[in-house]
């Protein structure tokens, strides 16, 4: 499904995100977009928090997808 894997790339790019933040105190997203509060780096923040939560959804799903098909 689309919506899984636009998910799990924003909770890897959120993942990576926190790792430099963590390692090297470097946030990515607040020096790309101006600032931790900038309303863009606020929406990219969001973004990753929902993509984060749908991504909970992927460990209480029994069966694949891609397997109903064939």
Known sequence: ????????????????NWGSIGIFGFDVVAFL???????????????????????ISLLFREKDPVEDRT
Do not use: E, P, Q
């Open 1 to 16: 499904m689309i919506m899984d894997k636009i998910a799990l790339v924003l909770a890897i790019i959120g993942g990576l």
């Open 33 to 55: 977009f101006g600032g931790a509060n900038s309303a863009i780096s606020r929406v990219i923040y969001t973004l990753v928090g929902l993509a984060a939560i749908w991504c």
